[in-house]
């Protein structure tokens, strides 16, 4: 059987738990709060409770443990994380090993945080993993939240709280998080000490007090970019490169963030010049119509950034961005430091000036920078 984490959220285990739950998708956020459920209603004394990672054991001491007997308890709960990293011979062995677990047990698998490219193409879980565990047992997943359930979702926490917020608060703080309940546990949080006794949030308390997700801020750094203002694009750049960690590890993922924002502005421009007619030029991923219809908040930014920015200017931007990917791998010459590589790139791009000839919109295609 396979559900939604909100549905099994609402019901929750049952009267007879399956032998076997998969837990994957990359809402992080409902991925914890469903292996809590699983914890809370199955694990009922913690000596007969085993985590363990598969990138840390070998799939024996894992078939081990999930055939062991329980001895306080009516059935030993075992917990595997990290899944996606299992050998082939490996995921062969649990696969079979499913259908032969003994009744006392509770094995339950879930993914390490799934990147959006493994999400794409459902990489993450090895396919036979996957059949066994929906034939014999539950598949939950865990998929990122549309902006309709995002808001349900944060109405019960703040309802929780006994808090209420202004639908300007909402707006601003769905944004902030990226629709992401595990960004927003936290700083919702942070708004409920903040506030205090004072029942209402405002957009101001959320402006104060929300840390931005790398996204956002890559979102305003795009922002800066549209309006040629070289001083806030790199102040913004600044901030993200000094709160990320080592511009070897943030500067590829940073290029990849501005890529795919560029992609979504080029779709928008040209949805706005040539109405639906342009989703037949959409690339799957990222796709503007498929995002829009989850998160509908993002829309109206992304217009006002491509109305700044023409197709021969986006056209550039791509231009801009392959050359500074090619440079930071070494394949073209020139000064491949990560963090000279996205300043110069910063600055390239508040400099886009249309060319006197115009490329086709077709060819208009952002370059990998995976």
Same mark, same amino acid.
């Given at each position: 059987?396979?559900?939604? +984490?909100? @549905?099994?959220?609402?019901? &929750?285990?049952?009267?007879?738990?399956?032998?076997?739950?998969?837990?994957?998708?990359?809402? @992080?956020?409902?991925?914890?709060?469903?292996?809590?459920?699983?914890?809370?209603?199955?694990?009922?004394?913690?000596?007969?409770?085993?985590?363990?990672?598969?990138?840390?054991?070998?799939?024996?001491?894992? %078939?081990?443990?999930?055939?062991?007997?329980?001895?306080?308890?009516?059935?030993?709960?075992?917990?595997?994380?990290?899944?996606?990293?299992?050998?082939?011979?490996?995921?062969?062995? $649990?696969?079979?090993?499913?259908?032969? %677990?003994? @009744?006392?047990?509770?094995?339950?698998?879930?993914?390490?945080?799934?990147?959006?490219?493994?999400? !794409?193409? &459902?990489?993450?879980?090895?396919?036979?993993?996957?059949?066994?565990?929906?034939?014999?047992?539950?598949?939950?997943?865990?998929?990122?939240?549309?902006?309709?359930?995002?808001?349900?979702?944060?109405?019960?926490?703040?309802?929780?709280?006994?808090?209420?917020?202004?639908?300007?608060?909402?707006?601003?703080?769905?944004?902030?998080?990226?629709?992401?309940?595990?960004?927003? @546990?936290?700083?919702?949080?942070?708004?409920?000490?903040?506030?205090?006794? !004072?029942?209402?949030?405002?957009?101001?308390? /959320?402006?104060?007090?929300?840390?931005?997700?790398?996204?956002?801020?890559?979102?305003?750094?795009?922002?800066?970019?549209?309006?040629?203002?070289?001083?806030? +694009?790199?102040?913004?750049?600044?901030?993200?490169?000094?709160?990320?960690? !080592?511009?070897? +590890? /943030?500067?590829?993922?940073?290029?990849?963030?501005?890529?795919?924002?560029?992609?979504?502005?080029?779709?928008?421009?040209?949805?706005?010049?040539?109405?639906?007619?342009?989703?037949?030029?959409?690339?799957?991923?990222?796709?503007?119509?498929?995002? $829009?219809?989850?998160?509908?908040?993002?829309?109206?930014?992304?217009?006002?950034?491509?109305?700044? %920015?023409?197709?021969?200017?986006?056209?550039?931007?791509?231009?801009? $961005?392959?050359?500074?990917?090619?440079?930071?791998?070494?394949?073209?010459?020139?000064?491949?430091?990560?963090? !000279?590589?996205?300043?110069?790139?910063?600055?390239?791009?508040?400099?886009?000036?249309?060319?006197?000839?115009?490329?086709?919109?077709?060819?208009?295609?952002?370059?990998?920078?995976?």
């Amino acid at each position: 059987m396979a559900v939604n +984490a909100t @549905e099994f959220l609402n019901k &929750g285990v049952g009267k007879t738990p399956a032998r076997v739950y998969l837990v994957h998708g990359r809402e @992080e956020g409902q991925k914890h709060a469903v292996l809590q459920r699983l914890r809370d209603e199955l694990v009922a004394d913690d000596f007969d409770r085993a985590h363990l990672d598969a990138q840390e054991v070998d799939v024996s001491t894992i %078939l081990a443990e999930a055939m062991s007997i329980p001895a306080f308890s009516p059935r030993r709960v075992v917990f595997v994380r990290g899944i996606q990293h299992l050998k082939s011979a490996d995921v062969d062995n $649990l696969a079979d090993t499913v259908s032969r %677990l003994p @009744e006392s047990t509770c094995l339950i698998l879930y993914t390490h945080a799934e990147s959006e490219e493994e999400d !794409r193409r &459902g990489s993450a879980v090895p396919a036979k993993l996957l059949n066994a565990a929906e034939k014999l047992g539950v598949v939950i997943e865990c998929k990122p939240l549309s902006t309709t359930s995002f808001g349900t979702w944060m109405d019960g926490r703040l309802r929780e709280a006994g808090k209420e917020m202004t639908p300007e608060a909402k707006e601003r703080f769905t944004f902030l998080t990226a629709a992401s309940t595990a960004a927003a @546990e936290p700083e919702l949080q942070k708004l409920v000490w903040y506030v205090g006794e !004072r029942t209402l949030i405002g957009r101001e308390d /959320v402006e104060m007090v929300v840390s931005r997700t790398v996204e956002a801020q890559v979102f305003k750094l795009v922002d800066a970019v549209a309006l040629r203002d070289t001083a806030s +694009a790199m102040r913004l750049l600044q901030d993200v490169l000094s709160s990320g960690g !080592r511009a070897e +590890a /943030v500067v590829p993922r940073l290029m990849v963030l501005i890529a795919r924002q560029f992609r979504l502005l080029w779709q928008m421009r040209l949805q706005i010049e040539y109405g639906d007619e342009a989703a037949q030029w959409f690339p799957s991923d990222p796709n503007l119509a498929q995002l $829009l219809a989850r998160q509908r908040f993002l829309e109206r930014n992304l217009r006002e950034q491509a109305l700044r %920015l023409s197709l021969q200017e986006l056209n550039l931007a791509f231009d801009r $961005l392959h050359q500074a990917d090619r440079v930071l791998k070494g394949i073209d010459q020139g000064d491949s430091d990560p963090r !000279r590589v996205i300043e110069r790139l910063v600055v390239d791009l508040c400099n886009l000036r249309s060319p006197t000839t115009r490329r086709s919109m077709q060819s208009a295609v952002a370059p990998d920078t995976g």
